[in-house]
């Protein structure tokens, strides 16, 4: 029972991580939640929704790597530092993810009045909900088929969440690709790409490496700076196509 | 050298008069030609020369490369000049733009001479990412043009998603080298120099997991079947000195990158049957490239879009070159290709300006309208496809020559049998635009065919150019004039290679050979 006890140390949260078995249970779970999200947002109609829930992934991401940083300083892995600097890099990019893409998405749709008539326009994705999760469902495996055999020469240390995990990531760049393959709207693409982005901040949290805070910041910069130009693009092509549909993009046919 | 470049771009954008700006850009690009030049060749001629600090990193193969991009990045700035102002001219462009345009430029050269001067893999990375950001905004210039934004959109979207594959390739690499090394400081990571010298250390299965996701990404950059749709639309649509850019050296930055990592695995020395896994996938994926890039240089209408698949062709040939350890022949390509297809794509401007249009079927004559540009444009032309005594023909045929040393006949007929293709589809192209007349509305006579062209038929030949608007004459001397130099180059190096030039590419070649 005196583990339950020192709430003063820092809560709720520490006390879940304390227990190794737990800790990688939540973890375990929030990498599901963190899938069934991107399924949502495949089978979602509007943009709107699609980047609220495209919010929350990336919330759960950043709780997925609060929860990594503090299980891996008590474990021992990381010093306070590295665990610091884990967690601080974990916030800036919520805050780039979460607020910044987001707010450039909503301005967009606010000034091409994308979801004002949802009924005339067709779904972003023609997927329906029980292919969507046989699909992948399908991904997930593929991604474990491929990625974890190669994981089985990591040292121990990395054995309880990297092996576990890390292929849940690869599935979620997969899924991306299959959204941007399959899409019919523009924004579709945007949508699959950030979905992807997702994945890869994923991957770089599980793998509970401490990639230096400068190129952290410079490859968040970089993904910001490609988003807001595609954004820029989208308000243009809606302005000239008077359509955001991918098959009628086609002034380029050979 | 990253300074001149962006110290330029942001000059250009804060003057005012055109006239100015011009300047400033004639001056930039010489500053920035000859920063680097100074920067650059104690690394080209002092064997073994390399300047590592953590982030930055130069040795001969990132001069090569940077010294490659600044001649062609000076020499598309002048050609800018000339050709912004027709654009100005004609009102496709107001001052605002000209000088959003020449900041873009000087930006973009600066990107790219940023990845090839870093020594950290993400850094690269990020470099590579904002020559993505930079040339897209550059390819959607015109962007009141549906096309153009078309392109843009197209770029930005596959090659962002490629890279974010790269990414995840690093990611793993990051993990990979934390794990198994031992490391100073968490940044030396990702240094490729540390990989490289520990590689038998790292894990052969995920060093193989990340060169594939990383040649996925960068191949997406370069251009690489399956995922070289955005080229011919990117290369089209952009401002001609764009296009010259993006295909004479912007892929060249992806293949430095992929570079890297090909010498990482080949230090690792992972191999598949007797071949190296890292040579045996650009092999695949180059033979692929150049097969299909083959139908779809024959059937081309718009000349610039075949201009871009034959930068598909060709990367795709310095692929198979690498695949098959024919370091040399390859790198030498590298510079051919960087040098001949600037060339056409400025030719390709005049002819545009001249024409006002790009389609392959209503440019006809250009011997007679503008003789020099044609000239020289039929010289290039006959150097792309690998026509001795071009430089292209040489560094061909010492591939191809690697390939049956090693008795490799299959890829060695593949190889060849495309580039005759290519050459059958040349003929068909460019004869008819230089020496071709308009077809007159009436069916021609057999008569007619057999006995050359009869007065009645000049006679509508010259009403059908009436028609058109098209006047004699050269667009511009001074666009000529930087066309030649290239030319000459090209020219000279096929006939003698220089033996610096040689011994330089023999040492950069030596990592990289079987």
Same mark, same amino acid.
């Given at each position: /029972?005196?583990?339950?006890?020192?709430?003063?140390?820092?809560?709720?949260?520490?006390?879940?991580?304390?227990?190794?078995?737990?800790?990688?249970?939540?973890?375990?779970?929030?990498? @599901?939640?963190?899938?069934?999200?991107?399924? @949502? @947002?495949?089978?979602?109609?509007?943009?709107?929704?699609?980047? /609220?829930?495209?919010?929350?992934?990336?919330?759960?991401?950043?709780?997925?790597?609060?929860?990594?940083?503090?299980?891996?300083?008590?474990?021992? +892995?990381?010093?306070?530092?590295?665990?610091?600097?884990?967690?601080?890099?974990?916030?800036?990019?919520?805050?780039?993810?979460?607020?910044?893409?987001?707010?450039?998405?909503?301005?967009?749709?606010?000034?091409?009045?994308?979801?004002?008539?949802?009924?005339?326009?067709?779904?972003?994705?023609?997927?329906?909900?029980?292919?969507?999760?046989?699909?992948?469902?399908?991904?997930?495996?593929?991604?474990?088929?491929?990625?974890?055999?190669?994981?089985?020469?990591?040292?121990?240390?990395? /054995?309880?969440?990297?092996?576990?995990?890390?292929?849940?990531?690869?599935?979620?760049?997969?899924?991306?690709?299959?959204?941007?393959?399959?899409?019919?709207?523009?924004?579709?693409?945007?949508?699959?790409?950030?979905? /992807?982005?997702?994945?890869?901040?994923?991957?770089?949290?599980?793998?509970?490496?401490?990639?230096?805070?400068?190129?952290?910041?410079? @490859?968040?910069?970089?993904?910001?700076?490609?988003?807001?130009?595609?954004?820029?693009?989208?308000?243009?092509?809606?302005? +000239?196509?008077?359509?955001?549909?991918?098959?009628?993009?086609?002034?380029?046919?050979? | 050298?990253?300074?001149?470049?962006?110290?330029?771009?942001?000059?250009?954008?804060?003057?005012?008069?055109?006239?100015?700006?011009?300047?400033?850009?004639?001056?930039?690009?010489?500053?920035?030609?000859?920063?680097?030049?100074?920067?650059?060749?104690?690394?080209?001629?002092?064997?073994?020369?390399?300047?590592? *600090?953590?982030?930055?990193?130069? *040795?001969?193969?990132?001069?090569?490369?940077?010294?490659?991009?600044?001649?062609?990045?000076?020499?598309?700035?002048?050609?800018?000049?000339?050709?912004?102002?027709?654009?100005?001219?004609?009102?496709?462009?107001?001052?605002?733009?000209?000088?959003?345009?020449?900041?873009?430029?000087?930006?973009?050269?600066?990107?790219?001479?940023?990845?090839?001067?870093?020594?950290?893999?993400?850094?690269?990375?990020?470099?590579?990412?904002?020559?993505?950001?930079?040339?897209?905004?550059?390819?959607?210039?015109?962007?009141?043009?549906?096309?153009?934004?078309?392109?843009?959109?197209?770029?930005?979207?596959?090659?962002?998603?490629?890279?974010?594959?790269?990414?995840?390739?690093?990611?793993?690499?990051?993990?990979?080298?934390?794990?198994?090394?031992?490391?100073?400081?968490?940044?030396?990571?990702?240094?490729?120099?540390?990989?490289?010298?520990?590689?038998?250390?790292? *894990?052969?299965?995920?060093?193989?997991?990340?060169?594939?996701? =990383?040649?996925?990404?960068?191949?997406?950059?370069?251009?690489?079947?399956?995922?070289?749709?955005?080229?011919?639309? !990117?290369?089209?649509?952009?401002?001609?000195?764009?296009? !010259?850019?993006?295909?004479?050296?912007?892929?060249?930055?992806?293949? %430095?990158?992929?570079?890297?990592?090909?010498?990482?695995?080949?230090?690792?020395?992972?191999?598949?049957?007797?071949?190296?896994?890292?040579?045996?996938?650009?092999?695949?994926?180059?033979?692929?490239?150049?097969?299909?890039?083959?139908?779809?240089?024959?059937?081309?209408?718009?000349?610039?879009?075949?201009?871009?698949?034959?930068?598909?062709?060709?990367?795709?040939?310095?692929?198979?070159?690498?695949?098959?350890?024919?370091?040399?022949? !390859?790198?030498?390509?590298?510079?051919?290709?960087?040098?001949?297809?600037?060339?056409?794509?400025?030719?390709?401007?005049?002819?545009?300006?001249?024409?006002?249009?790009?389609?392959?079927?209503?440019?006809?004559?250009?011997?007679?309208?503008?003789?020099?540009?044609?000239?020289?444009?039929?010289?290039?032309?006959? !150097?792309?496809?690998?026509?001795?005594?071009?430089?292209? $023909?040489?560094?061909?045929?010492?591939?191809?020559?690697?390939?049956? =040393?090693?008795?490799? $006949?299959?890829?060695?007929?593949?190889?060849?049998?495309?580039?005759?293709?290519?050459?059958?589809? $040349?003929?068909?192209?460019?004869?008819?635009?230089?020496?071709?007349?308009?077809?007159?509305?009436?069916?021609?006579?057999?008569?007619?065919?057999?006995?050359?062209?009869?007065?009645?038929?000049?006679?509508?030949?010259?009403?059908?150019?009436?028609?058109?608007?098209?006047?004699?004459?050269?667009?511009? %001397?001074?666009?000529?004039?930087?066309?030649?130099?290239?030319? =000459?180059?090209?020219? =000279?190096?096929?006939?003698?290679?220089? *033996? $610096?030039?040689?011994?330089?590419?023999?040492?950069?070649?030596?990592?990289?050979?079987?």
């Amino acid at each position: /029972m005196d583990r339950i006890l020192p709430g003063i140390h820092g809560g709720y949260l520490i006390i879940l991580v304390r227990h190794a078995d737990m800790a990688s249970e939540l973890q375990v779970f929030l990498s @599901i939640v963190i899938i069934v999200i991107t399924v @949502i @947002i495949i089978v979602n109609n509007l943009l709107k929704y699609q980047v /609220m829930w495209y919010i929350t992934q990336t919330i759960v991401l950043g709780l997925l790597a609060l929860v990594i940083g503090t299980t891996e300083i008590i474990n021992g +892995n990381f010093s306070q530092s590295q665990g610091l600097d884990f967690i601080t890099i974990a916030i800036v990019t919520i805050a780039v993810k979460g607020v910044a893409i987001p707010a450039a998405i909503f301005k967009a749709i606010k000034k091409i009045n994308l979801d004002a008539s949802p009924d005339e326009q067709p779904k972003a994705f023609t997927v329906s909900v029980p292919r969507a999760i046989i699909i992948s469902g399908i991904l997930v495996l593929l991604a474990y088929l491929v990625v974890q055999p190669v994981l089985v020469a990591l040292p121990p240390v990395y /054995m309880n969440i990297t092996s576990v995990l890390l292929p849940a990531s690869f599935a979620i760049v997969l899924i991306g690709l299959y959204m941007a393959g399959t899409t019919r709207k523009v924004y579709g693409q945007l949508i699959a790409l950030l979905v /992807m982005e997702n994945g890869i901040y994923f991957a770089t949290v599980v793998s509970c490496i401490e990639i230096p805070a400068m190129i952290d910041i410079g @490859i968040l910069f970089d993904i910001f700076a490609a988003i807001a130009i595609l954004v820029m693009f989208l308000v243009a092509i809606n302005k +000239n196509f008077e359509t955001i549909q991918v098959n009628r993009l086609n002034e380029l046919k050979e | 050298m990253l300074i001149p470049p962006v110290l330029t771009g942001i000059a250009c954008y804060f003057m005012k008069s055109k006239k100015r700006v011009e300047l400033v850009n004639a001056l930039g690009a010489c500053v920035e030609f000859a920063v680097v030049l100074i920067f650059t060749l104690p690394a080209l001629f002092e064997s073994g020369y390399e300047f590592t *600090d953590g982030i930055w990193y130069l *040795d001969a193969l990132s001069a090569y490369f940077i010294i490659l991009i600044s001649i062609i990045g000076s020499l598309a700035c002048f050609y800018s000049i000339n050709y912004m102002s027709y654009e100005l001219i004609e009102k496709e462009i107001d001052i605002p733009r000209l000088r959003n345009y020449y900041l873009l430029v000087h930006e973009f050269i600066a990107t790219m001479i940023f990845v090839c001067i870093t020594q950290n893999l993400a850094v690269m990375w990020i470099a590579i990412e904002s020559t993505t950001i930079v040339s897209a905004l550059l390819v959607g210039f015109y962007n009141t043009k549906k096309a153009s934004i078309e392109a843009s959109w197209k770029y930005m979207i596959i090659c962002s998603t490629g890279i974010t594959i790269a990414l995840f390739g690093i990611i793993i690499m990051n993990l990979n080298s934390t794990t198994h090394l031992s490391l100073a400081d968490p940044f030396s990571a990702l240094n490729w120099t540390t990989l490289h010298d520990q590689a038998s250390l790292l *894990d052969p299965a995920l060093l193989k997991l990340t060169f594939i996701l =990383v040649f996925v990404g960068y191949a997406t950059k370069m251009g690489l079947v399956p995922m070289h749709t955005w080229l011919p639309d !990117a290369h089209s649509q952009a401002p001609t000195p764009v296009s !010259a850019m993006l295909s004479g050296v912007l892929l060249n930055c992806a293949i %430095y990158g992929i570079l890297r990592y090909h010498e990482i695995v080949i230090a690792a020395g992972i191999k598949i049957g007797g071949l190296g896994f890292s040579n045996l996938v650009m092999l695949l994926f180059g033979i692929l490239s150049l097969i299909v890039a083959t139908p779809f240089i024959i059937i081309a209408k718009d000349y610039k879009r075949l201009l871009a698949y034959h930068s598909i062709e060709h990367m795709g040939i310095i692929m198979v070159g690498f695949g098959v350890g024919a370091a040399f022949g !390859a790198l030498f390509h590298i510079l051919n290709h960087s040098l001949t297809k600037p060339l056409l794509f400025f030719g390709a401007g005049n002819v545009q300006h001249k024409y006002k249009t790009r389609v392959m079927e209503q440019v006809r004559s250009m011997g007679r309208i503008m003789p020099l540009t044609s000239i020289v444009f039929l010289l290039g032309m006959l !150097a792309l496809v690998g026509t001795p005594p071009f430089s292209i $023909f040489m560094s061909e045929v010492l591939i191809l020559n690697t390939m049956i =040393v090693q008795s490799n $006949f299959i890829i060695a007929s593949l190889f060849f049998g495309s580039l005759v293709l290519i050459f059958a589809g $040349f003929t068909t192209h460019a004869g008819p635009m230089i020496f071709g007349s308009y077809s007159p509305e009436p069916m021609v006579t057999i008569e007619a065919t057999t006995t050359g062209m009869t007065m009645e038929q000049s006679v509508t030949h010259e009403k059908s150019l009436e028609i058109k608007n098209v006047s004699k004459g050269e667009v511009s %001397y001074a666009n000529l004039f930087i066309m030649s130099i290239l030319l =000459v180059l090209i020219f =000279v190096i096929g006939l003698t290679l220089p *033996d $610096f030039l040689m011994s330089i590419i023999k040492q950069m070649s030596v990592p990289f050979s079987l």
